[in-house]
């Protein structure tokens, strides 16, 4: 206590005490204890910042494994937009943007597409010189990888391929089917898978793949009489 017998610490002119910085105030000339931590509005900022953080990262997240394609969007795209009765332009986009879409599938969605034929109809829907802009724009990733599946897989899976494949090639080359492609645009595929084999595939999937390599020049000269 003070002279003036107030509670020590306190200042009568102003009328508040001077204990006030430590979390205290007077009231009615007594003293009310108040929790003062300086570093709360910190930690709320520090949880508010990370909330934000993950919730843009979240979003991220889901917006790319939306955008990123699968067989089922592709084929919905296909359907969705017909070629028919579109200008030459718009033709041009739904074609790069079909292209674009099958480059990002892996190689297994790719060989669920190939194997359900689910692209032909688009595909013959194409003119000559569009099918040579599609295949410009999509056969070095297939082929890369397809070398790619062929060097990482089991040699006795492999081979079970190959064998299969060679089944499929000489009956489709007995069929005398042509395939639904010009001469140049086939000759381009042809080039394009040479070049990768060549250039992707390791010396055991060279051996291991040469028997197809052959049938498919048999098939081509079958295709040209």
């Given at each position: 206590m003070t002279e003036a017998g107030t509670p020590d610490g306190y200042d009568i002119d102003s009328g508040t005490a001077r204990g006030e910085r430590f979390g205290v105030v007077a009231s009615d000339g007594l003293f009310a204890h108040r929790a003062y931590h300086p570093m709360r509005p910190l930690w709320i900022k520090a949880i508010i910042a990370l909330a934000a953080i993950w919730l843009v990262a979240g979003g991220v997240m889901f917006w790319a494994q939306n955008a990123q394609p699968s067989p089922e969007s592709l084929e919905r795209y296909v359907n969705a937009n017909s070629l028919e009765g579109k200008s030459s332009p718009d033709r041009a986009q739904t074609i790069e943007e079909v292209a674009d879409q099958l480059n990002g599938l892996s190689y297994e969605d790719r060989q669920e597409m190939r194997v359900g034929r689910k692209l032909n109809g688009f595909f013959r829907s194409l003119n000559s010189d569009e099918q040579g802009a599609f295949l410009d724009r999509t056969?070095?990733?297939?082929?890369?990888?397809?070398?790619?599946?062929?060097?990482?897989?089991?040699?006795?899976?492999?081979?079970?391929?190959?064998?299969?494949?060679?089944?499929?090639?000489?009956?489709?080359?007995?069929?005398?089917?042509?395939?639904?492609?010009?001469?140049?645009?086939?000759?381009?595929?042809?080039?394009?898978?040479?070049?990768?084999?060549?250039?992707?595939?390791?010396?055991?999937?060279?051996?291991?793949?040469?028997?197809?390599i052959e049938?498919?020049?048999?098939?081509?000269?079958?295709?040209a009489r």
């Open positions: 056969l070095p990733t297939g082929f890369k990888q397809m070398m790619d599946a062929f060097n990482k897989m089991e040699p006795e899976k492999r081979k079970k391929f190959v064998t299969k494949a060679l089944a499929d090639m000489e009956r489709e080359g007995a069929s005398g089917e042509q395939p639904p492609v010009d001469d140049e645009n086939l000759q381009k595929m042809v080039e394009q898978g040479l070049r990768s084999y060549y250039s992707d595939a390791s010396s055991e999937v060279k051996m291991d793949l040469a028997p197809l049938q498919m020049q048999k098939n081509l000269q079958w295709n």
